[in-house]
């Protein structure tokens, strides 16, 4: 398997790729296995595509063993969330093992995950998508998701998975994050993602995701979206209980 992908940006590789059409399985597999290429030395990075597109991951990323510690790195709570800031993207990242999902119905998935988790009681207007049914990984870390999509091609995603160990860690560019609060306790907040190209981060618009923690079980509301607000993602988040 090549060292150039890490679970969760073949995840967001095949999620942003669904923005446009709807892969099959095979298809999606074989994204999940696609290497990001080498920029060879001396060349200038191409400014951003315009879109999510052009970014190659998000925030979340699965590192075994943790990322080594460099001086281009501070390592950091935040919002009870580990967090890793860095001003480049690291490269090669590490092994990948690829995500594969599958459907479940949601009294299936609490009953196959090690965790108990529940989905919002709110969406923001414009939302849809069926709340009766989410994708589930097993491996390498067990993972229960949500998409719903709005009228102008965003989306938003819920993640759900057991908080620690320590090797999942939040990688994020420089002054992109911050604490907030989400029902009186702390979350974390971060705002873009890192750029395909020049692996800097990029403060790309209507990107916006939610780390929080319930009963050691994390969190994360992901937003690419014109339509749906901060504020809304907030509610959506404070929204989530126990069914």
Do not use: C, H
């Amino acid at each position: 398997m090549p060292p150039e992908f890490s679970p969760e940006e073949a995840e967001i590789a095949r999620q942003l790729l669904s923005l446009r059409r709807s892969p099959g399985i095979e298809l999606q597999r074989r994204i999940e296995a696609i290497p990001q290429p080498r920029r060879p030395a001396g060349v200038t990075p191409r400014p951003l595509l315009g879109g999510l597109a052009a970014l190659l991951v998000a925030v979340l990323l699965f590192i075994s063993p943790p990322v080594q510690a460099t001086l281009d790195e501070v390592q950091k709570m935040v919002g009870q969330i580990p967090v890793i800031v860095r001003t480049v993207w690291p490269q090669p990242v590490e092994t990948v093992v690829a995500l594969e999902t599958e459907p479940m119905s949601l009294a299936q998935a609490q009953a196959a995950m090690p965790f108990d988790f529940a989905l919002p009681a709110y969406l923001p207007a414009g939302l849809t998508g069926d709340t009766g049914q989410v994708q589930v990984a097993q491996s390498p870390v067990a993972m229960v998701k949500m998409v719903w999509r709005d009228a102008e091609n965003g989306f938003v995603q819920l993640s759900v998975y057991a908080a620690g160990p320590e090797n999942v860690q939040t990688l994020v560019g420089p002054e992109s994050s911050e604490t907030i609060q989400l029902n009186g306790q702390e979350a974390l907040l971060v705002r873009g993602g890192w750029d395909r190209q020049s692996r800097i981060w990029s403060g790309q618009p209507g990107l916006i995701t939610l780390f929080w923690t319930v009963n050691r079980v994390r969190y994360r509301l992901l937003a690419y979206s014109e339509v749906v607000s901060l504020d809304e993602l907030v509610a959506m988040a404070e929204s989530v209980e126990k069914k």
